[in-house]
C-alpha cells in the first residue's frame, strides 16, 4: 500500500504529485489520457510561457512529476471503494490501494443532444478541434459556442483556411481579446441568437439546421464539419456513489479541498473549488492545496 493514488493526469493530479513527493509523500498517478490541456493548441495565459502548445506544456509536468518520483500509469479508474484503514482503486488493469486519494479526473464536452449528432459523430461532428481540424482544410465548418472554448476552436479551424460559421446561442461569454481576435477574422462568419436543431447528411455530414431565436424561423446551413463547444461535464460518474457531488456533478469540497470523505481529497475542474474557473492555473493551485491537505492528514494518522 502507498500513501497516496492521484486520479488523473492534468495539471490538478500532476501538480498534486509533485508537491506530495516534495512532502516524500509515496505517490502514483493514474490516468487514462492527458485530459483538457492537450486539447489546446496554443496556451498563453499559464505564467512562465507566452505561448506554448497544450500537449508540450503537460508533457512537461508530467516529466517534472516523474523527475521528482511519481509513477504514472496509463489505465482507466472503474471504481473507488473504502477498506477499513485504506482506500482500493480499481482500473481496467489492476488494482492499487492507497491511504489517501486525490481526485482529479477533470471534465469532458457536453454533447448538443441533437437528431443527427450522433449519427453523424466521426463523420463531421467532432468534439476535438486539435484531433480533427486538419481534416477540413480549406472547408466550410461550425462552432458551437460562445466561450472560450467555441472562441479559441474557431480561431484555429480559420488558422486551416476553413469558413467558419460559429453558431452562438446569445452572445460571446469568453476573453475580450479572443471575441476580438475572432471579430477581426475575416473567415470567422458570426451568428448569433441561434440554436442547432439538427445535424443532416447522407452519408457524412452535410450542413445543419439552425433555428433563430428572435425571429421563429429555421433555416439550412450547408457544413462540412462541425465541432461541438458548449460546456463540460464532470468526469465523476464512477465516484457519484462514493464522495458528495452537486447538482452539475462537480465534487464538492471546502477550502482545504477535502470531500465529503475523509482521506479523500480533490482538485481541479472537476471539483466545485476556484469559483468554477476552469484553468489550467486553477487546477495546479488546486493541485497543491490537496497535496498540503493530504500531508496534513497522513502526519496525523
Ligand atoms: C479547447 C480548450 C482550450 C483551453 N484553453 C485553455 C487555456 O488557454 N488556458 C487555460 O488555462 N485553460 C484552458 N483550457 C482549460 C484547461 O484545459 C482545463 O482547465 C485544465 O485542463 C483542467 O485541469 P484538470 O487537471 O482539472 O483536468 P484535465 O486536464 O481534464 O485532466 C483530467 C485527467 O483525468 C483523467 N481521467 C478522467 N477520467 C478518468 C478515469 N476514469 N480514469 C483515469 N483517468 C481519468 C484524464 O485522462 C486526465 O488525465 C482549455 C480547454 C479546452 C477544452
Request: glycine residues 10%.
Amino acid at each position: 500500500m502507498i500513501d497516496c493514488v492521484i486520479l488523473g493526469g492534468g495539471p490538478a493530479g500532476l501538480t498534486a504529485s509533485i508537491y506530495l513527493s516534495r512532502y516524500n509523500i509515496q505517490n502514483k498517478v493514474i490516468a487514462k489520457g492527458f485530459g483538457m490541456v492537450s486539447e489546446t493548441p496554443d496556451v498563453e495565459n499559464y505564467p512562465g510561457f507566452k505561448s506554448i502548445s497544450g500537449l508540450e506544456l503537460i508533457q512537461k509536468f508530467t516529466d517534472q512529476a516523474q523527475h521528482f518520483g511519481a509513477e504514472v500509469l496509463y489505465e482507466e479508474v472503474e471504481k473507488i471503494s473504502k477498506l477499513e484503514k485504506s482506500f482500493k482503486v480499481k482500473t481496467n488493469m489492476a488494482e492499487h490501494e492507497a491511504k489517501t486519494i486525490v481526485l482529479a479526473m477533470g471534465t469532458h464536452k457536453r454533447e448538443l443532444n441533437v437528431s443527427g449528432e450522433k449519427e453523424f459523430k466521426g463523420k463531421g461532428v467532432s468534439y476535438c478541434a486539435t484531433c480533427d481540424g486538419a481534416f477540413f482544410k480549406e472547408k466550410s465548418v461550425g462552432v458551437v459556442g460562445g466561450g472560450n472554448s467555441a472562441l479559441t476552436v474557431a480561431l484555429t479551424l480559420s488558422s486551416f483556411k476553413n469558413k467558419v460559421h460559429l453558431l452562438v446561442r446569445s452572445d460571446f461569454t469568453g476573453d475580450k481579446i479572443l471575441i476580438d481576435r475572432v471579430n477581426k477574422d475575416e473567415n470567422i462568419i458570426i451568428h448569433k441568437d441561434v440554436v442547432v436543431s439538427e445535424v443532416y447528411g447522407e452519408e457524412m455530414m452535410q450542413g445543419v439546421v439552425l433555428q433563430h431565436r428572435k425571429k421563429d424561423e429555421t433555416e439550412k446551413l450547408e457544413l462540412d464539419g462541425l465541432f461541438v463547444e458548449v460546456g463540460l461535464i464532470p468526469n465523476t460518474n464512477f465516484v457519484k456513489d462514493f464522495v458528495e457531488l452537486n447538482d452539475m456533478g462537480l465534487i464538492v469540497v471546502n477550502e482545504a479541498l477535502r470531500t465529503s470523505v475523509p482521506g479523500v481529497f480533490a482538485a481541479g475542474d472537476v471539483t466545485t473549488g476556484s469559483n468554477n474557473m476552469w484553468q489550467i492555473i486553477t487546477a495546479a493551485a488546486e493541485g497543491a492545496i490537496a497535496a498540503n491537505s493530504v500531508n496534513e492528514y497522513l502526519s496525523r494518522l
